[in-house]
Structure formats: C-alpha cells, structure tokens
C-alpha cells in the first residue's frame, strides 16, 4: 500500500493513516525506517486491534534527511533504528516526540527545549554481544530486530573501537581455547571513556574446569588494555531469558575500572552500571551539578556515586540512596558523605517521618520511572529544586505531571543525545518549588 508518513514515534517508526474498509475511522499503520513527509510503499505485517505494523518496501518521495546507513547490518540488526537520518534530523524527532508526549501527559506551556548532542558513532563505552558457531566458524552478534534471532555482525559503529577490535581478538584467540570457545554464548566488553582499560565478562552456559587466565593472558597480548575479566555462569530456572539468574565464577586481574568523567575518577566494578555514552556524560554531569550548592543534597537511585561525587564538593553534605549493590560506599567516602542502600521509597518514606528537607533532589531512575508514591512522598518533602534525568518520555511525563500538580513548576527541559542512531532518549528535568 502507498503511505505518507506523518511523523516518527518513540521506538522509531513512522505513523501514517489509511482509510479502514468499512469502518468510519481511519486505521494507523507504523512504518519502521521511515520519515515525517515521506511517501512510500509498505506492507502489512501484521495486524493488531488498532493497528497495523508495515514492512517499508520502496521509498517513492525521499525526505531530505533521508542518509545513507554506515552500518551495512542497519534494518537488520534490533541495535539502531536511525541511520537513515541525519544527525540533525535524528535530533528533531527526539525533540518532537519528546514535547508530543510530555503534552500528551498534561503538562501545558513547556519551557524551550534545550538539545545537547555529541558525537554521533563510536560512543559506547560497553558492548554485549551474542558468541555462536556458525558454519564452523566462531561469530559474534547481536538480535536480528523484532526476534530472539542470533544475527553475525561484522561491525558495530557506534561503539567505542576498541570494544570492537577486543571482539575481534577474542574470535581470533578463542580458538586455541575450544572449551572457553564452546562455552561461551555471550560475552561483555566495558571500556574507560579514553579506551586505555577494558574489562571483559564472558558468559557461559557451564564453566570449563580450567584456562581462564590462560585464555585472559593469550588476549592480552593482542589487547594490553584488558586489565580484567570474570565469568558469569547463566542458570535457567524456567523457559527465556527472565529466568535467567547468574553464578559469578572464574576471574582474572582487576575487579573493576577507575572512569574518569571530567575532574572525577570513579571506580566501577565490573559488571556495576554506568552511564553508556563516553562522550556525553561530562555534559550530562555539567547540566545536573554545575551551579548547585548549600547544605544538603539526596542523589537518589546513585547507581556508582556518578553524580553524588561531584555533589559532594558543592554541598555540605551529601546522601545518596542505591538499591543494588555496588560501587556507591567505595566512592563516596570522607566526611559529608552518606551512601545509603536502599530503595528510593523507603527511603523517603523515612525521610518524611523525619522531616528532612533537602535544597536540592536529583533523581534518575530506570525506565520505569519514580512512579506515584515517591512522587507523593516528594510533594511532602518540599525540596525547592529537583533534577529529574529520565530514559523514558513516557513514564517521565507521568511523573512530571503529578510533581506538577503538587505545586512544581517545570523550569527546565534538557534533552541530551545519549543514544545516537537508536529511539532511546534522556532527558534531564529541572523542577523548581
Ligand atoms: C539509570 S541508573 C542511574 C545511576 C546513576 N545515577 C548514574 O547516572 O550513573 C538507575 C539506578 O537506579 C538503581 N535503582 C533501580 N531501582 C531502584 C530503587 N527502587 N531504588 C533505588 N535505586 C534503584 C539501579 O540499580 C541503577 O543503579
């Protein structure tokens, strides 16, 4: 069928309208790989109750943003869903889709978006890659896109290359280590934001008795930058990947890595989240710390202290609250510093029985959002600034939009580039009593 695409929707697609047979509205049809203003040929692939998913045919009228891919997997590979857009491009649809569903959420006069990008390829700092024989031949990959599907990859630029040549040379290595070869299906590559250090986790289905450091050193000739790895052991209790839980098994060199970002050094354990881009994070630090100071600041879901550190040179003190166990004590130690472990409700929940107040909130939690109760708990506490750092525009307009209702006003509106020629966006939003 012939489509115009309207616009681009988060995940990636571009919507347009057809006449339903029949019926008095006009059914909506999503075209992945395509842009706002395009005419194309599609094909329906598949039909839901109020819409239909299409597979891109042939572009008839081009959008001016319309690129050449760089990567040759791109519409393959599920990693990226933007290489057919300009950066520039790439940019306004983020910024659209953004102001379309913080508006969808209720929340009325905006403040000007402000867009912060960096480089657009090899910026990440960590790859996890599928390992499988194919053709007698040890590959590595990704999921072909919509599917549980093994896809070979030959390249992946939007990683940082060293993560890709350390890819390369375990494929070249593995072979003279067939039980590690055999063993494992997927293996995990972090590297500092200057690709001076790298750490490896390989993932196994069963560990091999022996040759772990062996196979560690044999890399290492190759790859000086490997200054250690471990093994995950993965145990299925049920059917998919959500039953999947982890036994840690052999390891090899150091633990973890010292990541710098602007004037700090963090140390992150292997495997310890940390924020993906290594070209971006400095800004992404800068917008939510810089010009913030007085006696008490909460860093809530802290992960490895990325912003509590630099908090702590600028307030009195500074407490930061992380569920999972990690690298927050070891990175914020010294007088004023407080890393607390525990689940950002709980701990408000106490906080509110205390009457803490603190200047300042920052808070970036995982997709899912804050969600109501802490947004209740917040409208309790009263803080007079919270810096609220989303991945997700949806699960962030809810939460805005009760923060708005308890009597904050949206100050500011960040959308900062994390994640070049994919759907995911992050935002930083600065929400003042
Ligand atoms: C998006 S990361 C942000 C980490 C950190 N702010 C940074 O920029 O590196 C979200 C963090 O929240 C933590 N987390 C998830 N659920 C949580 C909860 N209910 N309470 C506190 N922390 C939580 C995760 O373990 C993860 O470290």
Redesign the pocket.
Known sequence: MKLSIEKVVYGGAGLAHVEASGAATREIVFVPFTLPGEVVEAEVADTRDNFKDAALRHVIAASSDRIAPQCVHFGVCGGCQYQHASYDAQLRLKQSILQETLERAGLNSLPAMQVHAAQPWEYRNRIRLRVAMVDWELRVGYLRRGSSEFLPVQMCPIAAPLLWYAAETFLQRAGSFPQWANATQEIEFFTTGDEQKLQMTLFVSSQPVKGFSELCEALCEQLPQLAGAGVQIMETSGRGRKSLRMQPGATWGAAGLNYTVADETYWVSRG????VNRAIVAQ?TELVCAGRSGRLAW?????????SRILASQFAEVVA????K?DLETNLRGPGRRAIA??????LRQAVLERDRPELI?M???R?GVGSEVCALLARLKAPEVVY?S?DPATLGRDLRAMVDSGYKLNQLHLVDMFPQTFHQETVAVLRL
Request: a negative charge.
């Open positions: 310890s989240f940390f924020q992404l860093d809530l879901y802290a992960g490895v202290g990325l912003f609250v992380e569920a999972a990690g525990s689940t950002t409700v709980e701990f920052v970036d939690p995982p899912a750092v991945c």
